[in-house]
């Protein structure tokens, strides 16, 4: 797969198959956001893998998953994430940028995941007071997001935006998420 596939292939997953993760795999995949750009190469950015069951069970009830997709959003039991990825922001460092530096590491996460054949989804939705209490997170850490991790257990594709951003699943239970087009969002030398 070259860098164009992964990019198109890169799409958000809900439903994972409850195989284990290798250990090096997700240590690899927090290597890969540690080298992404830092504005004045601050690097603010820490993470915490999760990826014992018992914790992870704990952690799916403080995401928020699918608004659009109402009680189909968040994954059933049996097809909920084997993983997870939380990344802070730690405030001691004055970053002028951890936000973006968050944004740039986190693609390097969903990327390099997508190159492994790991399924990712990318969660802004977080109870970030229980989960600082379950991880133990200090003070001094702002929880930015956190990534879902997990084989595949749904297919996701990219459809041409007609209207609406609302994604939908059809009756084979496949998730369909209009794009704009290229010509509408792109200008040359102007607007």
Not at 100 to 128: F, K, P, Q
């Amino acid at each position: 797969m070259d860098i164009y596939e992964i990019i198109k292939k890169r799409r958000t997953i809900r439903r994972f198959k409850q195989k284990e993760i290798p250990l090096e795999l997700l240590e690899k995949f927090v290597d890969m956001a540690r080298i992404a750009p830092s504005g004045a190469n601050m690097q603010p950015l820490e993470y915490i893998i999760v990826n014992d069951k018992k914790m992870v069970e704990q952690i799916f009830p403080l995401t928020g998953w699918a608004g659009y997709l109402g009680k189909d959003g968040p994954p059933p039991e049996g097809q909920r994430p084997v993983a997870y990825i939380v990344v802070l922001i730690n405030k001691d460092i004055k970053s002028p940028t951890p936000q973006h530096d968050s944004g740039a590491a986190i693609e390097n996460i969903l990327l390099s995941a997508i190159y492994e054949g790991i399924g990712t989804c990318w969660i802004g939705s977080v109870n970030r007071e229980k989960l600082r209490e379950i991880l133990k997170i200090p003070e001094n850490y702002e929880i930015d997001t956190i990534v879902a991790l997990g084989y595949p257990d749904e297919e996701s594709h990219i459809e041409e935006f007609s209207g609406s951003v609302k994604y939908w699943k059809d009756e084979k239970g496949v998730m369909h998420v209009p794009k704009r087009r290229l010509k509408d969002i792109l200008h040359y030398n102007k607007f």
